[in-house]
């Protein structure tokens, strides 16, 4: 039986990196670095559409966006999917730079085995520098999940991926997802709500430009409404919904955020730099008046339906 908590009105937000309907470029082929400390193994689809950057910039805000997320939810893995095992075989995909991995092996032993999936790696540090334990792979999530990670999960991990959701359905995600997962597993999606949000300003401050900007990352994905639902009826069960929003006084750091999201998406993909940095100063000159962007986060947590307990 499924349950909601707290559920409002999401659409999309592009924080891990794709844009948004026709916005998205070509696709372009990813080249494997060829050196030995490079990214040269295992690779399933490496057509990369992405609609942000992979610098230092890009890396330094992944990195800020997975500890204000942490501090947000109190949590890496939601409390409801049980991690004591010592043998926990976990997956994060669309992994981006690694952290949610780095950091959810802090302090477990190294009998776990942690894998990240992505469609470029070219923001994850070099092989040699990772544990013994950890594993990349490119991987396209609409690609057929490889033979060797079928059944093979007890939890997958999944953030920010709201725009690589086709036709507003995520059925065919769902199930790749749950291909990866042993019966039983659990999988963790997260996920912001750009419906639910609201541009807050302290009185007599004006955000008209920061609205502006922050309108260009929004999309129509109303899919969200129903997930918790197509879950359940799509091999999963127990699927709940729960909300998170922060405050005011973490305000300013989110909308930083936001706003170096919309800078890398203006760079990349809107292609119109001159309008682009009018539109950032006046945005940011909004900010130092007191004005933020605020957008409640959503995980969902659900379980591969265990057919063997029928």
Not at 96 to 108: C, P, S, T, V, Y
Request: aromatic letters at 10%; one cysteine or more; hydrophobic letters at 35%.
């Amino acid at each position: 039986m499924s349950a909601t908590i707290t559920i409002t009105s999401p659409t999309s937000i592009l924080e891990n990196g794709h844009s948004v309907d026709d916005k998205i470029p070509k696709e372009t082929v990813v080249s494997l670095p060829p050196t030995a400390s490079g990214w040269k193994g295992t690779s399933f689809g490496a057509k990369d559409p992405y609609a942000l950057m992979r610098d230092c910039n890009a890396n330094s805000r992944l990195t800020a966006q997975h500890y204000l997320w942490k501090e947000l939810l109190g949590f890496l893995v939601h409390p409801d999917i049980d991690t004591r095992a010592t043998d926990l075989r976990v997956a994060d995909v669309a992994t981006g730079n690694g952290i949610w991995l780095h950091d959810f092996a802090r302090g477990k032993p190294s009998s776990i085995d942690l894998h990240g999936f992505d469609i470029s790696l070219d923001q994850v540090g070099p092989k040699p520098w990772l544990p013994a334990n950890t594993h990349m792979h490119i991987w396209n999530i609409f690609e057929n999940v490889p033979d060797e990670f079928v059944g093979y999960f007890d939890i997958v991990h999944v953030r920010l991926i709201t725009v690589v959701v086709k036709n507003n359905d995520p059925r065919p995600i769902l199930a790749n997802l749950k291909k990866l997962l042993k019966p039983g597993g659990y999988l963790q999606w997260d996920e912001v709500d750009t419906i639910g949000c609201s541009i807050k300003t302290v009185p007599g401050t004006s955000a008209e430009n920061l609205d502006t900007l922050f309108s260009q990352l929004k999309g129509r994905d109303t899919w969200k409404y129903e997930l918790t639902r197509i879950m359940d009826e799509n091999g999963y069960t127990g699927s709940t919904l729960y909300t998170y929003e922060y405050g005011l006084g973490t305000a300013r750091f989110w909308s930083d955020l936001y706003v170096s999201t919309w800078k890398e998406f203006a760079e990349n993909a809107l292609k119109t730099p001159e309008v682009s940095r009018q539109l950032e100063h006046n945005a940011m000159l909004e900010t130092l008046n007191g004005a933020s962007i605020m957008v409640p986060t959503l995980v969902w947590v659900t379980k591969k339906i265990d057919d063997s307990t029928n």
